[in-house]
């Protein structure tokens, strides 16, 4: 499951991602996947591996937060800064969102 939360600023927005593992297994590594609609790029990420090839970014884990124990939310969960306004599908995708 994932929520994001965001905090608008005037040249973007950032947003943090949380992840929490519903299954009845352990996650050892992780990687989102989304796609900025509007050529946004990523200024800047934390607690995570942040690549973009175009409007496709992919997250992946670091090796502190790899792990994410059943029925958990990730501890140190990725965050960015981008330009523009957030996404129409990453509003809809989360129920955090206003």
């Known amino acids: 499951?994932?929520?994001l939360s965001k905090e608008c600023h005037t040249s973007g927005f950032g947003a943090s991602i949380s992840i929490t593992n519903t299954g009845g297994t352990a996650i050892n590594g992780w990687t989102l996947r989304f796609t900025f609609?509007?050529?946004q790029t990523i200024t800047q990420g934390w607690?995570?591996?942040f690549s973009q090839q175009g409007s496709t970014v992919t997250i992946t884990n670091?090796?502190?937060n790899a792990t994410i124990p059943v029925r958990t939310t990730l501890a140190?969960?990725?965050a960015l800064?981008?330009?523009g306004t957030v996404p129409t599908h990453l509003?809809?995708?989360s129920r955090s969102m206003a």
């Open 47 to 49: 607690n995570g591996s």
């Open 37 to 39: 609609p509007n050529g």
């Open 76 to 78: 140190g969960p990725p």
């Open 81 to 83: 800064m981008a330009p």
């Open 62 to 64: 670091l090796s502190y």
């Open 91 to 93: 509003r809809r995708a």
């Open 1 to 3: 499951m994932l929520s």
